[in-house]
């Protein structure tokens, strides 16, 4: 099993989607879960390594009650432009004391990668939102936040985007076999690494 863990739980259930998405052999075998939650970038080294623990406790919880564990991927936005990845790189490291752990860090957050697939976010409320996404050729990455920009658009078409879209987009993206439609770096390094997994 692959165990995902998010900022919240729309995270943890969106990067489960997504991980099957780009690697279809995992149906079935990743499972998102609740606690711990992610720490913001800001997090000293005392609370990093209890957050550590405390996923290595989740992991071992899991593995005593339903079977091993063969990853760990850890969602955590990036917060802000990070085009050489450096909060992707910083959360591997607080990782690396697990086996098999790793990150998933969108720039700068989930919803920029929602952009590079417009027809499943307008899947969600398809008569309300259709077309309402733009079709771009440039960098996902560029938008200056992404999530008020994605509530914005949806708004002014008459129903909000709220976090708990997410997971239903990714679903979309997993089960019509999306490709992205532009540039985004980081969700090209989630891809490589969920290709990865086994």
């Known amino acids: 099993m692959v165990l995902t863990f998010g900022e919240n739980m729309n995270d943890a259930r969106a990067m489960a989607e997504l991980i099957v998405a780009a690697n279809p052999v995992l149906e079935g075998r990743v499972q998102p879960k609740p606690k711990p939650v992610s720490l913001t970038r800001t997090a000293g080294v005392r609370a990093q390594r209890q957050w550590v623990a405390d996923i290595r406790k989740a992991v071992a919880g899991f593995e005593a009650a339903q079977g091993p564990v063969a990853a760990v991927v850890v ?41 590079l697939f417009p027809e499943a976010v307008e899947s969600v ?64 390094r989630f891809v490589q690494m969920a290709a990865g997994l086994s």
Not at 91 to 110: G, I, K, R
Request: proline share 8%.
């Open 75 to 115: 969602h955590r936005d990036a917060d802000g432009h990070d085009p050489d990845g450096k909060v992707e790189v910083a959360l591997a490291e607080t990782l690396s004391a697990l086996d098999n752990a790793f990150p998933a860090v969108p720039v700068h957050m989930t919803e920029a990668w929602w952009f």
């Open 125 to 188: 409320r398809p008569r309300t939102w259709r077309g309402v996404v733009p079709r771009r050729a440039g960098d996902v990455e560029q938008i200056v936040d992404p999530k008020h920009r994605l509530k914005l658009l949806t708004r002014k078409a008459g129903a909000e985007y709220a976090e708990s879209d997410s997971p239903t987009i990714a679903k979309s993206i997993r089960e019509k076999s999306m490709m992205p439609t532009a540039a985004c770096a980081s969700y090209d």
